[in-house]
């Protein structure tokens, strides 16, 4: 069964690995990053299974507005992932405890970026 993924993110090459894998499979994926011109190329191949959504400053009131503009595209949201590094007390923890308290119904998962070459 196909899902709706947004992915939360800063990490250009990670995100777009994890779209490309996703989109593949079928599932709709929304991107919600600083820079959303990586992922012109994605549109271009998969249409409308694909919605990049630029934020210039991420904070919880505009991550906020970014969901709900991808579940007024696509629906509902049925996994959030957080890509980055899990610290304490760092930005992907605080975002993934946002999430859940606001989107009870979608599975929030962090995602740890590939290891650098």
Known sequence: MAQTWCIVSDDGDAT????ERLLADRHRVAVITRDA???ALLVNDYADAVLPVEVAHPDLLSLTDAVWSIEESFDTVDVIALVGEPREGGS????AGFFTGSWPEAHVALVAPPARV
């Open 16 to 19: 777009r690995a994890l779209a």
């Open 37 to 39: 011109a990586p992922f």
């Open 92 to 95: 992907v923890d605080g975002a």
